[in-house]
Each structure stands twice: as structure tokens, then as C-alpha cells.
């Protein structure tokens, strides 16, 4: 089993704060996925990334993929009351993802 | 309403008793999953289906079963439900590859087992 690996568990922070989150593994990805869960509800698709190096932005997020296609970065810019949330990352070899625990985010107004 | 529906919500029983989870999905997508989540573990994969009639077992599916006669439904059943069985299930769905997929969550069924 292909494992990830989650940095930090918690992070609290303040409204207009930058924050990254990490996504470490052993292992090589063909791709991997972040996903944001509110509560009470199912993880949702922000992005994935396939090529090694890439970078994607949505908005004020910003999604890197490690060089080695074993790692992957969230950057968050300017952080609002709305990004709270847990964010999960998902990789896997094969059509059974594998997902990270997650980083539960709580942006404080 | 479109989209991937999970029922119940929520759900206690008593150690011993047969439960069934139910998912239903009206994008005619091919793969379907479920899914436990717990503190400290994260998402770990029950079983999946690729199409109807197509299941596999994932990483935790001692003490489950699931069947897919239809593309739209994927039934989870605890034969005999466990105190450990105790989570939140989420099914998903996939109309490509899971590699590159998007997976589809439903809003969850939380089971507690007395």
C-alpha cells in the first residue's frame, strides 16, 4: 500500500495569513489529487496534478507537484473564514486511490 | 436531483445486527467506491466497482459486502456489525479511472454501533 503522509495535522490561523500545507510519500505518483471536506459533507476536487514540477493555481490556492512525482504542496495566499476546511490529498498507481489524512484548516475572522 | 445519494444519513444499531448502507447515482458513472473515514485514519477504501457486477475488495473489507446488479446503486452491508464498524461511509463515484478521475462524494452515513 502506497502511503501519504500529511503536514501539518491541525493549523490555525489568522483571516489574511499565508499558510502551506505538504503531501510527502516514498513512493512515485501518476498523479495526485487534492480534495476540501467541509463538515457534515464529502470531500470535493480542487485540483489534480499529473506532470512532475507542474503548478496549478485556482484562485488564491496554489498546487505543486513534487519534480520526483512523490510530493505535492498547497499554498494558500491571503487566507479567508471560507478556506476552513480538511484537505485531503489522493495518489494512486491504479483506480484505487489512496488518501492522505488530511490537514484541518481553521481560518479565524 | 442528480448527483450520488447516500441513505440513512445516520444510523445505530446494536453488535450483531445486518446493516445496509445504500448509494445511488444518477450520472451512469462506471465506478463506484466506498469508503470509511475515521480519526487518525483518514479515508481507507472498503470495496469498489468498475461497472455492474464488477467488485473488488479495497484495503479494510473484512466484515463487509457489497453488491452492483445496477450501474446506479452500490449497496454496502455489515453482516453482523462490530463496535470497530462504528465510522463515517462514504460512497463516491468516478466516471473515468480513479487515477485521474474525479471522484464524486455522497454526504456520508454515520453509523454508530452500540
Known amino acids: 500500500t502506497q502511503l501519504l503522509e500529511q503536514s501539518p495535522q491541525f493549523l490555525s490561523i489568522q483571516e489574511g495569513e499565508n499558510l502551506t500545507v505538504y503531501c510527502n510519500s516514498s513512493?512515485?505518483?501518476?498523479?495526485l489529487q487534492w480534495y476540501r471536506q467541509e463538515p457534515g459533507e464529502g470531500p470535493v476536487l480542487l485540483v489534480t496534478?499529473?506532470?512532475?514540477?507542474e503548478v496549478k493555481k485556482l484562485k488564491r490556492l496554489t498546487f505543486q507537484f513534487g519534480d520526483a512525482r512523490k510530493d505535492s504542496s498547497l499554498h494558500i495566499t491571503a487566507a479567508q473564514p471560507g478556506d476552513t476546511g480538511l484537505y485531503l490529498c489522493?495518489?494512486?498507481?491504479?483506480?484505487?486511490?489512496?488518501f492522505g489524512k488530511g490537514t484541518l484548516l481553521t481560518v479565524n475572522p | 436531483d442528480a448527483g450520488i445519494t447516500q441513505s440513512p444519513r445516520y444510523k445505530i444499531t446494536e453488535t450483531g445486527r445486518q446493516v445496509t448502507l445504500m448509494c445511488h447515482q444518477t450520472?451512469?458513472?462506471?465506478?463506484m467506491f466506498w469508503y470509511r473515514q475515521d480519526l487518525g485514519h483518514g479515508l481507507r477504501l472498503i470495496y469498489y466497482?468498475?461497472?455492474?457486477?464488477?467488485?473488488d475488495k479495497g484495503e479494510v473489507p473484512d466484515g463487509y459486502v457489497v453488491s452492483r446488479s445496477k450501474t446506479e446503486n452500490f449497496p454496502l452491508t455489515l453482516e453482523s456489525a462490530t463496535r470497530s464498524q462504528t465510522s463515517v461511509y462514504f460512497c463516491?463515484?468516478?466516471?473515468?479511472?480513479?487515477?485521474?478521475?474525479?471522484?464524486?462524494f455522497g454526504e456520508g452515513s454515520r453509523l454508530t454501533v452500540l
Open positions: 463516491a463515484s468516478s466516471g473515468t479511472s480513479g487515477i485521474t478521475g474525479e471522484l464524486f
Open positions: 513512493s512515485v505518483f501518476s498523479s
Open positions: 496534478v499529473v506532470t512532475g514540477g
Open positions: 450520472w451512469s458513472h462506471s465506478y
Open positions: 489522493a495518489g494512486g498507481s491504479n483506480y484505487k486511490l489512496t
Open positions: 466497482s468498475a461497472a455492474a457486477d464488477i467488485t
